[in-house]
């Protein structure tokens, strides 16, 4: 029977069980420092300096089934922006935002208030004179960076992005480092 891992990814951990980068392979934490299940492999990835929802199994068709951006499987993030974001921002990720790789496909997307979690370490840096905001953002594709690259595109960089769903999946009471086994 498959299994399926359900891993809160904790901040500045790699997507990946060891680190191929030698000069910093001692140093940076990844899934071996957290995960000591054998012949399990990440489907998809999550950016070194994103937190959350990661899943693995054992199984290639699942793995498959999850990553491959055919499937479309829709991946929601909480997003901490800097500034105080508007509904004019709301709308263009809504509609789909011009990256140097072409138009991303349409997002949902809402202002949110800052979602109940687990406080960063090391903390989003904290400027008295700027404002930051949350939203919501679900996406059905996966370039790379995206979710960072689109609010920068429209006037708001990320400070802080935590996915927590992925198709069916969610992150739920999970803190960083925590995970879960399904046999699905």
Known sequence: MPKLILFNKPYNVLCQFTDSDEQHASSRENLSDYLSIEKVYPAGRLDRD????????????????????????????WVQVDGA?????????KKGVKLKDGLTRPAKARKISEPDIWPRTPPVRFRKEIPTSWIELTISEGKNRQVRRMTAAVGFPTLRLIRHRIGQWQLEDLQPGQHTILDI
């Open 50 to 77: 994103s937190e959350g929802l990661l899943l693995l199994t054992d199984s290639g068709s699942l793995q498959h089934q999850i990553a491959h951006p055919k499937h479309s499987k829709e991946k929601s993030y």
């Open 85 to 93: 974001i508007d509904e004019q921002a709301i709308k263009q990720l």
